[in-house]
Antibody
Framework: QITLKESGPTLVKPTQTLTLTCTFSGFSLSTDGVGVGWIRQPPGKAPEWLALIYWNDDKRYSPSLKSRLTITKDTAKDQVVLTMTNMDPVDTATYYC????????????????WGQGTLVIVSS | DIVMTQSPDSLAVSLGERATINCKSSQTILYTSNKQNYLAWYQQKPGQPPKLLIYWTSTRASGVPDRFSGSGSGTDFTLTISSLQAEDVAVYYCHQFYRTPFTFGPGTRVDIK
């Protein structure tokens, strides 16, 4: 059974750096094709994709946030870490990590398992 | 970026009746090499993460009731709930995973009439 759980601070001050950890189980990020992504959702709004890391350490970022984001993985610990610099109140949102599966015939597809999310509030 | 739009913003349907949600992408999300449209639908209830309902336009995720179905191709897609149940009250999002940056539609709220 695949599970993911996000952890990190609830309250961050403007200009600070946010570090979030996704700890997962039920799959390995060393399995061909598998990825873990980060998605955030401001209160009452649609989800927004942020970043994605694959089993081979290939990384993808949202172009609008690329300069502020870094995604890394620790395969031995089954963790993925996202850092976001220069936090602003508009970054207030629930941050989710999610599993991106791989089908041997059709390739990668939509995020199928999500963590419960962690609310991050940016305020002085 | 591929922009996803949805209509309507919200709808209210009687129990047992059909609910239809439309989604449009600003460019094709049909991958010609495998003829799959990289379109998914998610259901989100308050305080919960999005739940994957359908991917590749019409493939139901594990455990999803067959009253949920997806259709469409290219840039125009539809999610249909054939017989609305009380537990289907939620916000529904379409999502393209064809190309990064992955994007989501603004959502459609479904309520009981």
């Amino acid at each position: 059974q695949i599970t993911l759980k996000e952890s990190g601070p609830t309250l961050v001050k403007p200009t600070q750096t946010l570090t979030l950890t996704c700890t997962f189980s039920g799959f390995s990020l060393s399995t061909d094709g598998v990825g873990v992504g980060w998605i955030r959702q401001p209160p009452g709004k649609a989800p927004e994709w942020l970043a994605l890391i694959y089993w081979n350490d290939d990384k993808r970022y949202s172009p609008s946030l690329k300069s502020r984001l870094t995604i890394t993985k620790d395969t031995a610990k089954d963790q993925v870490v996202l850092t976001m610099t220069n936090m602003d109140p508009v970054d207030t949102a629930t941050y989710y990590c999610a599993h991106r599966p791989y089908d041997n015939i059709w390739g990668s597809y939509a995020f199928d398992y999500w963590g419960q999310g962690t609310l991050v509030i940016v305020s002085s | 970026d591929i922009v996803m739009t949805q209509s309507p913003d919200s709808l209210a349907v009687s129990l047992g009746e059909r609910a239809t949600i439309n989604c449009k992408s600003s460019q094709t999300i049909l991958y010609t090499s495998n003829k799959q449209n990289y379109l998914a639908w998610y259901q989100q209830k308050p305080g919960q993460p999005p739940k994957l309902l359908i991917y590749w336009t019409s493939t139901r995720a594990s455990g999803v009731p067959d009253r949920f179905s997806g259709s469409g191709s290219g840039t125009d897609f539809t999610l249909t709930i054939s017989s609305l149940q009380a537990e289907d009250v939620a916000v529904y999002y379409c999502h393209q995973f064809y190309r990064t940056p992955f994007t989501f539609g603004p959502g459609t709220r479904v309520d009981i009439k």
